[in-house]
T-cell receptor
């Protein structure tokens, strides 16, 4: 069964350092999402791509976060510099273009900033 | 802005009992999703509800959607320990972007 792949699964970094996460969506899924989930809360959308274009990045802290999906397939989310408050689970999801627009989630990357 | 609320936030129940988790949302939407999350893990899709009156069942879980009341329920029948997890509802918002807004989550603990 096709799955969304993410790496690394765990990342510990010191504040002010740069960190990057990678996501490979399910083959053929045009829409890719990055979410941040703080412990005890529901996921919050950071950025959404349709193919290689950003369609929603309203909640992305653009002073330190960036995301790209250059060829419309895999994607990278970067944080520079990392802050203590960035400690969270970063989830990638993908969906096809038609109904029911169900989003399939990857295993996530657990980030700890010290 | 769409807000999604779940209650209860925490539910401790005994095996064999029945209970319902409620998901209320603040603006019109005709698509609602239920996910399960085990500790430290990602989200697993449980149900996709696409229209008013939709009802879906899988094992001991049954989900329903009332778009007029802006309410979805997740009913648990004869709970077993394996159902212990956090359950999230999520509602589509934003038209063409199909943005998911998640609820606060309900932590379910089934005691033997």
């Amino acid at each position: 069964e096709a799955e969304v792949a993410q790496s690394p699964r765990y990342k510990i970094t010191e504040k002010s350092q740069a960190v990057a996460f990678w996501c490979d969506p399910i083959s053929g899924h045009a829409t890719l999402y990055w979410y941040r989930q703080i412990l005890g809360q529901g996921p919050e959308l950071l950025v959404q791509f349709q193919d290689e274009s950003v369609v929603d990045d309203s909640q992305l802290p653009k002073d330190r976060f960036s995301a790209e999906r250059l060829k419309g397939v895999d994607s990278t989310l970067k944080i520079q510099p990392a802050e203590l408050g960035d400690s969270a689970m970063y989830l990638c999801a993908s969906s096809s273009s038609g109904l029911p627009y169900e989003q399939y989630f990857g295993p996530g990357t657990r980030l700890t900033v010290t | 802005e769409l807000k999604v609320e779940q209650n209860p936030l925490f539910l401790s129940m005994q095996e064999g009992k029945n209970y319902t988790i409620y998901c209320n949302y603040s603006t019109t939407s005709d698509r609602l999703y239920w996910y399960r999350q085990d500790p430290g893990k990602s989200l697993e899709s449980l149900f996709v509800l696409l229209s008013n009156g939709a009802v879906k069942q899988e094992g001991r879980l049954m989900a329903s959607l009332d778009t007029k009341a802006r309410l979805s329920t997740l009913h648990i029948t004869a709970a077993v320990h394996d159902l212990s997890a956090t359950y999230f509802c999520a509602v589509i918002y934003g038209g063409a972007t199909n943005k998911l807004i998640f609820g606060t989550g309900t932590l379910l603990a089934v005691q033997p």
